[in-house]
């Protein structure tokens, strides 16, 4: 059973149910109304600006009737209708304190116990079948990465994975890269040497937050890629020693590129990013591209460099890395702005022809939840 009242000076109002007491500020309930007036019923975006709502706007009366709540607004004269189930799920009244390098739900970090339990999905399923594409996506969002098999062996075959669920994002090496041994190359990627676990292009801003990369020969001896959780060797780390933790999040980094002609990329972003309230956003780690840090007082640059380098050794812990072999017509997904991906080094026998490319976080993301949302409103019907 749930109740209503509203605060003799109209600013809030509570909701009451068994176990759970929810308050509403007015000026929140009336900038998220959702009558035609204030959104578009097409494509749900806002109509009117915080200008547009009285500064002095309060709550006259509110009423329960079935799953809907009834407002109504002075000075404007308006009655509003809400859900009750979308304002249960927004609710921002008695959100908990959380400790710094907090995760979003829907979110698992791990370890290298989760070898036996890689996020696969077959191509052709993906392709078809949009149950097995939403249920890999899930996935891929939940662990930050996932594989994908059975592909086509050809060129360009890559922007095949990324069409899926997002869009290429061209960088200076185009709109892909070839990874295999190169004659003086610009970049140790394509050598054959074994990369440390690593974030791709830190030195972006914004950095790429998807990297796909898809096996076209691999006969070579070695060559296997590896994936560890950054945000479980940011909580080990925090775990481990706050100060740590706090140190590479508190200050930033500094990452620089100038490979290539033309070409000088560098950017300022912490190693552990959060957001205000704690959320652990972003992890990079890139010691090839890590410049001169500046941004860290005299006092406390001992302890960054100590945080840094215990930094890499949980990173490098084997008990952190999940490995895997890509054979032709394979490929795996990665979650930029959080896992770190390696390899180990290959012999100069044989072949080893990856090709990647870069896309965004944001379409992964958008079209998951544009299928949950589907499937939500067909189940609704």
């Given at each position: ?106 979110i698992e970090i791990w370890d290298a116990r989760l070898m036996g339990e890689i996020p696969v999905g077959d191509f052709s399923a993906l392709s078809q079948d949009s ?29 095949k994975i990324v069409d899926l669920f997002g869009y290429v994002r061209e960088t200076n090496y185009g709109r892909h890269f070839d990874v295999r041994t190169e004659v ?76 290539e002609k033309g070409v000088c990329l560098t950017s300022r972003r912490p190693i552990i990013e959060l957001a205000p309230d704690g959320e652990l956003i972003a992890a ?98």
């Open positions: 059973m749930t109740s209503v009242t509203v605060d003799p000076s109209g600013k809030f109002l509570t909701l009451t149910t068994t176990g759970s007491v929810r308050r509403y500020h007015a000026i929140w309930l009336r900038d998220n109304a959702r009558d035609p007036e204030t959104r578009d019923p097409g494509n749900g975006q806002r109509l009117i600006a915080l200008r547009d709502i009285p500064d002095n706007i309060r709550i006259s009366g509110a009423n329960l009737s079935g799953t809907a709540l009834q407002v109504s607004f002075l000075p404007e004269g308006k009655t509003l209708v809400y859900d009750l189930e979308w304002l249960a799920v927004n609710t921002y009244d008695g959100t908990p304190s959380r400790q710094r390098g907090w995760t979003a739900p829907g149950g097995a594409l939403q249920g890999w996506l899930e996935r891929v969002n939940r662990y930050g990465f996932g594989k994908v098999l059975n592909g086509p062996v050809a060129p360009g075959a890559l922007f003086n190359p610009t970049n140790l990627a394509f050598t054959g040497l074994g990369l440390q676990a690593h974030t791709d292009n830190p030195y972006r801003d914004p950095a790429p937050t998807v990297q796909v990369l898809y096996c076209l020969e691999s006969s070579a001896a070695g060559g296997e890629n590896m994936v560890v959780d950054g945000f479980a060797a940011a909580r080990r780390l925090r775990d481990e020693n706050e100060a740590y933790f706090n140190v590479l999040a508190d200050y930033c980094a500094r990452f620089e590129f100038a490979g990079r780690f890139n010691n090839r591209s890590m410049a001169a840090v500046t941004d860290v007082p005299f006092d406390q640059m001992a302890t960054y460099y100590d945080a840094y380098r215990r930094f890499g050794e949980i990173i490098d812990d084997e008990t952190m890395e999940v490995t895997f072999r890509l054979n032709p017509g394979e490929a795996f997904v990665v979650d930029n702005t959080r896992v770190l991906h390696a390899r180990k080094g290959y012999s100069g026998q044989g072949t080893r022809w990856l090709q990647g490319c870069y896309a965004d976080i944001d379409g992964l993301r958008s079209t998951y939840d544009a299928m949950c949302r589907e499937q939500k409103q067909k189940a609704a019907e």
